[in-house]
């Protein structure tokens, strides 16, 4: 007779992340998305001979409430982040979340690059959103925090 052994389910979190500019908060959704520009490659009759990919990079982004283990320090992560200002992230179980990166690509600090939101209510945690990018590219990564002269 056989016999059903269950293994159990492989499962991803990100309750282990942790991102210096927010200390202490409790994020409840990161949602993440692949982004790169197209350049698309006619021939000497305008057909599609090819394309290749540029500028790829990760947009992520952070819903977090407001929680910490002081007061001070909750009421410090309602504080809206410099533009483009460099965010280190560890701890996450998906290596690109992390500054270390992978592989050589996405390494390096995420960058606080699009307006975040915060909300606060009478009856619940103050909560808020942060908008990160990090480019796979290491280098290219590097200057989104260099100011143009």
Request: aromatic share 10%; with cysteine; proline share 3%.
């Amino acid at each position: 007779m056989a016999t059903f052994t269950e293994i159990g389910i492989a499962k991803v979190d990100f309750a282990d992340l942790v991102l210096d500019a927010l200390p202490g908060i409790f994020i409840k959704s990161i949602k993440a998305k692949q982004v790169w520009k197209t350049n698309i490659v006619d021939n000497s009759e305008g057909a599609w001979a090819g394309e290749d990919a540029r500028d790829e990079y990760i947009e992520m982004d952070v819903d977090f409430t407001m929680t910490a283990s002081t007061k001070a320090l909750a009421a410090a992560n309602g504080v809206f982040t410099v533009p483009l200002t460099g965010v280190a992230a560890s701890g996450g179980l998906l290596a690109w979340m992390n500054t270390a990166g992978v592989g050589g690509r996405y390494t390096g600090n995420w960058c606080y690059h699009k307006g975040g939101d915060r909300s606060l209510s009478p009856d619940k945690s103050g909560e808020g959103t942060i908008s990160l990018r990090k480019f796979a590219d290491p280098t290219q990564n590097a200057q989104q925090f260099v100011t143009p002269a």
